[in-house]
């Protein structure tokens, strides 16, 4: 079953992103998005190593060493963007003014609880680091991932095998096959992608899912 390309979702992504939206992207595959942000909205971009106002990747002539984000990955500066100390930048994030934070997933409950740390494998990241803050901070938490892992395992899960970053800090998924919404009354399908009906996406779940009316 083949969805979306991971630009295709980033594409996704960008377009619920919102006029003057403070956004955090996570390290992987979230920071496509960055590259699928309309210049008609104005969206800024806060990396956890102290940048305010980040802009989408350079060309490859135009890379500037000093200009990255916290995966070390060249991005540009928009006008107006600002600088400042690791330590600020997590004020800011513990401070509660990120109105959205884009992750990447290991696995992610139905209740909204996030893993996307470690896999409990010996040369597994040894700490959580910035995630559990980033989790627990941004006003609004979504997961951009594949909804299987590389051997076609489900990423959405009744309960987290792997080691939890936050609980119930997500409250939608953006996968390849579909966009899924985590509420207080249960797990929704919000929209579907590549002709997958929501009876597939039980099948392959294996949990309880429903329509978003």
């Not at 960055?34 to 990747?57: C, Q, R, W, Y």
């Not at 696995?107 to 040894?126: K, R, Y």
Request: glycine share 8%.
């Amino acid at each position: 079953m083949s969805g979306l390309s991971r630009d295709e979702l980033a594409a996704r992504v960008a377009s619920d992103l919102w006029e003057g939206a403070y956004v955090n992207l996570g390290i992987g595959a979230p920071t496509r998005v960055a590259k699928f942000i309309s210049d008609e909205v104005e969206i800024i971009l806060h990396t956890e190593n102290g940048m305010l106002g980040m802009g989408p990747p350079p060309a490859p002539e135009c890379v500037d060493p000093d200009l990255v984000d916290a995966g070390k990955s060249p991005v540009t500066e928009l006008s107006g963007a600002s600088y400042f100390s690791q330590a600020e930048s997590f004020a800011m994030i513990r401070g509660g003014h990120l109105d959205v934070c884009i992750m990447g997933a290991f696995q992610v409950s139905m209740q909204g609880d996030l893993a996307n740390w470690s896999t409990g494998e010996v040369d597994a990241i040894p700490a959580v680091g910035g995630a559990m803050d980033l989790a627990v901070g941004a006003k609004v938490v979504w997961v951009m991932t594949d909804l299987l892992d590389h051997q076609d395992q489900p990423k959405l899960v009744a309960r987290c095998s792997y080691p939890i970053t936050a609980p119930a800090c997500v409250t939608r998924i953006y996968s390849d096959l579909a966009i899924f919404e985590i509420t207080s009354n249960g797990l929704f399908v919000r929209e579907r992608f590549a002709d997958t009906t929501t009876e597939d996406l039980r099948a392959l779940l294996g949990i309880p899912l429903e329509e978003l009316q």
